[in-house]
């Protein structure tokens, strides 16, 4: 049967991937707290409509960062596509760009960025950067990006190591297979080495200037949690925030990411977009969001789904579920544009 919803797309992609890779996907650190209160939280939040407000055409294209997207839903920076499909994220860049909207093509794919772009000309790319111990290899790295067409970099500021992820340490899944690499860290003259991707605790905000520095690319700074750091961010030239706590895959019990987002939004002040990312499965998650002061969200481990269950057609599905329930909600809400959202539309339950 087709999937209706999300959860259906991840019952068959559980059945079709090897139990180590569904883990490495679905896992998180420690007692997986925060992947459980990401979704959690958001069940906690009601909407409140309202009516009579005759909603007949609707608005949900947003512009970030100079890239539009025809819904307020991106993709998240996910590793090792091609663990899910043979096509990895060559099938995931053509259905975001027949979805017409952002995909954030990550450090650890296993299609070199350049390759992601060839095989999807239409597609909005950003790309996510950990920042590496060696800067000229970083450099080579933002280049290439630079070169490929990516219209911002999305650098990740929460994993000065990695995460303890215990599904993994049972599965005994450490790397990936002898056939896949992480193909934006090969080096060499002939590109026959690759690069191991390096955690860096000694990163600061002295390597974000220097990527200022660096690049003309937008820079996001995607894992902030914390409403000091928010400004921080904004001191150091950030164009963006993701506030995010990496899919619980980093720090376990970091609070839910939309409960953390109205503190983030209120240091801002406006100044920048905010998105977030972290256990949207719904339209109405959507909403509540938008609602809650973000630009847009972002989505992970949705798309893995779709890819793993059907390829570049799932993916494709998946975010057609999310833009045909977020357009349904917000007609029911009684607003003709996500950009009508406030506060007043979201209570506890």
């Known amino acids: 049967m087709e999937p209706r919803n999300l959860r259906e797309f991840e019952a068959a992609a559980r059945a079709r991937l090897d139990p180590a890779h569904y ?3 679905a896992g998180g650190a420690g007692d997986e707290v925060t992947v459980r209160a990401n979704e959690a939280a958001f069940g906690r939040l009601g909407l409140v409509p309202r009516v009579l407000r005759g909603v007949s055409k609707l608005q949900t294209d947003v512009t970030l960062l100079g890239s539009r997207a025809a819904m307020p839903v991106l993709v998240a920076p996910t590793a090792f596509h091609r663990l899910a ?4 994220e060559r099938a995931t860049a053509r259905a975001v760009a027949a979805a017409e909207t952002i995909m954030i093509v990550s450090m650890a794919a ?4 350049e390759d992601v772009a060839a095989a999807a000309p239409g597609a909005e790319l950003w790309f996510q950067l950990y920042v590496q111990p060696d800067q000229a290899f970083t450099e080579k790295i ?3 990006a630079e070169a490929a067409g990516c219209k911002a970099l999305v650098v990740t500021v929460d994993s000065p190591v990695l995460g303890r992820r215990e599904r993994d340490l ?3 899944f450490h790397d990936l297979p002898p056939y896949l690499c992480c193909e934006n860290l090969r080096d060499g003259a002939r590109g026959d080495r690759v690069r191991p991707v390096v955690m860096t605790p000694e990163l600061s905000w002295e390597h974000i200037d220097r990527l200022r520095e660096m690049t003309s690319l937008p820079i996001a700074l995607k894992g902030v949690t914390h409403p000091a750091d928010a400004r921080l961010a904004l001191d150091h030239g950030a164009s963006a925030i993701m506030v995010s706590n990496h899919g619980g895959r980093q720090l376990d019990t970091v609070p839910a990411t939309i409960d953390l987002l109205p503190d983030i939004v209120a240091a801002v002040g406006g100044a920048v977009p905010v998105l977030l990312d972290g256990g949207v499965r719904r339209g109405t998650d959507v ?3 938008l609602a809650l002061g973000a630009a847009a969200v972002a989505v992970g481990r949705p798309v893995i789904w779709g890819l793993a269950a059907d390829g570049e057609r799932g993916v494709a599905r998946v975010l057609g579920l999310l833009r045909a329930e ?3 909600a917000l007609t029911l ?3 003709a544009s996500i950009h009508e959202l406030g506060p007043d539309l979201v209570r506890p339950c």
């Open 85 to 88: 499909d043979p096509e990895g």
């Open 170 to 172: 049972r599965n005994g």
């Open 287 to 289: 909403l509540k969001a």
């Open 142 to 144: 933002v280049r290439r």
């Open 23 to 25: 883990d490495y996907f």
């Open 326 to 328: 977020t357009e349904h």
């Open 333 to 335: 809400c009684g607003r």
């Open 110 to 113: 296993t299609v070199a960025v």
